[in-house]
T-cell receptor, first 109, second 112 residues
């Protein structure tokens, strides 16, 4: 079993819609959870971090964490063409980050 | 401005050749990391270092070597033992206790 698994893509959504991304992790001891956005050929950039159960909102992004279910998600509201990218879920594991394979999102104009 | 600088941006390696990728940071971060990314895949950890003169193997260390002689620098050598080195290499750094990483811009290595 992979340490971090993300829902398979690609995910195509119309402009203005909500994009929903899911991630599960295997290490119950993980304490910190991150979502990175990566444009093609570029390095990842941190867009959300979450450390406790519940929701965390930042602009059009909402991260949700459920440690009991070992599940973390990212919602992108009012999706824009500029949101078209690959989204990587990352989980701390002994001071290191383990990454999922990523979900590619395409926002259709 | 503080940040992480990776060089070169593109690198071509001949069969049997060792190459070294540079990573320098001026963020005063203690920890540094090297990841490899293959097309359509996530990042896989090669090596990491939490303090100067100390480093640990990650999940895919075979065929790679590193050094950490200075806090600012964490070069990665891709040796001839790495049979499939073509990939996108990312260096990152963080403070201890890691609330997310800062990434460099990456080096794209191609075997010719």
């Amino acid at each position: 079993q992979k340490e971090v698994e993300q829902n398979s893509g690609p995910l195509s959504v119309p402009e203005g819609a909500i994009a929903s991304l899911n991630c599960t992790y295997s290490d119950r001891g993980s304490q910190s959870f991150f979502w990175y956005r990566q444009y093609s050929g570029k390095s990842p950039e941190l867009i959300m971090s979450i450390y406790s159960n519940g929701d965390k909102e930042d602009g059009r992004f909402t991260a949700q964490l459920n440690k009991a279910s070992q599940y973390v998600s990212l919602l992108i509201r009012d999706s824009q063409p500029s949101d078209s990218a690959t989204y990587l879920c990352a989980v701390t594991n002994d001071y290191k980050l383990s990454f999922g394979a990523g979900t590619t999102v395409t926002v259709r104009a | 401005d503080g940040g992480i600088t990776q060089s070169p941006k593109y690198l071509f390696r001949k069969e049997g050749q060792n190459v070294t990728l540079s990573c320098e940071q001026n963020l005063n971060h203690d920890a540094m990391y090297w990841y490899r990314q293959d097309p359509g895949q996530g990042l896989r950890l090669i090596y990491y270092s939490q303090i100067v003169n100390d480093f640990q193997k990650g999940d895919i260390a075979e065929g790679y070597s590193v050094s950490r002689e200075k806090k600012e620098s964490f070069p990665l050598t891709v040796t001839s033992a790495q049979k499939n080195p073509t990939a996108f290499y990312l260096c990152a750094s963080s403070t201890q206790g890691a609330l997310g990483y800062t990434f460099g811009s990456g080096t794209r290595l191609t075997v010719v």
